[in-house]
């Protein structure tokens, strides 16, 4: 089966140092001994990728400079996708605070390095996901048709974070005011397990991912709801290198799914967000032929005042 992973972060060196360091992370490594793998280079990554099948791998940047001193990672993403095309996808990190500052680095992202969408993190932000900062970057989403990743969950030790900030009912919101955006929200919008569960139901343009939240307090539900209500709402992602994409794999392969709905969160779901979907080739009646070539040479002797238009 093929596998699309929307939450991977490449081990190497420098992303481990960058994550394990970083004044929003550093509390929560220090208590999970981050990092608990070895780093590798690009090459031992993608062949690790390829050996899971693992077609696509999402890459989100950060961008939440404004608010804490970290410098936004974009460069990174970029060179990832730069370097390997054909195995990862970027995700743009967005600043509200930086105004068209940051909607012209997501449009330049998009158009000239070729980024396949955009990422906010409104609780590192510390304003509402529905805030008015966020929507010109809502706009610019729609108006480039790319998707855009909301980092929900918890937020465990994260200074001044508030988790109420990236709760699924104000992303419910969101959903309606911009209804051709499609949103995935991380971390199955935990602790709201059934208010996720509903908004993912009720909007058609929200899905989630359970990274590292599968076998959490009351995951049960997220389970019964993928086997009855949404199971074209729901992507994997395995939250690497935090999780061990190999673990997470493990982890889903214990799920109670039947093979169908395994396929759309494993690939299908995801594929179908990214537009990477293959579309049959439209089959001609060979009858047809004739008329086809005849209708267009008529077209082209009308453009040259050949024929009358």
């Not at 077209?299 to 024929?307: D, P």
């Amino acid at each position: 089966m093929k596998i699309i992973d929307f939450r991977f972060r490449p081990n190497t060196a420098d992303t481990l140092a960058g994550i394990g360091n970083s004044p929003m992370f550093k509390d929560l490594c220090a208590t999970i001994d981050f990092p608990t793998m070895k780093p590798q280079t690009m090459d031992e990554i993608v062949a690790d990728l390829d050996q899971y099948n693992i077609v696509k791998a999402v890459v989100t940047g950060r961008d939440c400079e404004t608010t804490y001193p970290a410098k936004s990672n974009n460069g990174s993403v970029i060179d990832f996708v730069k370097k390997y095309p054909n195995k990862f996808i970027g995700f743009c990190g967005v600043d509200p605070h930086k105004g068209m500052k940051g909607i012209n680095e997501l449009k330049l992202s998009v158009a000239e390095q070729g980024l396949k969408g955009a990422a906010i993190d409104p609780y590192l932000a510390q304003i509402y996901v529905n805030d008015a900062r966020y929507y010109p970057a809502y706009s610019k989403c729609c108006e480039l048709n790319i998707p855009i990743i909301i980092t929900a969950g918890p937020a465990t030790l994260v200074p001044r974070a508030i988790i109420d900030h990236v709760a699924p009912k104000y992303i419910d919101i969101v959903a309606r005011d911009f209804p051709e955006l499609k949103i995935i929200v991380s971390h199955g919008g935990y602790p709201w397990v059934n208010e996720m569960i509903t908004v993912a139901q009720r909007n058609k343009n929200v899905y989630f991912e359970l990274s590292e939240y599968e076998a959490y307090p009351l995951s049960e539900a997220y389970v019964h709801a993928i086997n009855t209500i949404i199971s074209d709402k729901v992507i994997y992602a395995s939250a690497h290198p935090f999780v061990d994409f190999k673990t997470a794999l493990g982890v889903y392969e214990k799920m109670p799914f039947n093979n169908e709905v395994r396929e759309k969160i494993m690939y299908k779901n995801a594929a179908t967000i990214l537009n990477l979907i293959d579309t049959p080739d439209k089959k001609i009646d060979p009858g047809q032929y004739e008329k086809i070539i005849i209708e267009n040479v008529i077209r082209e002797l009308a453009k040259r005042g050949m024929v009358p238009a």
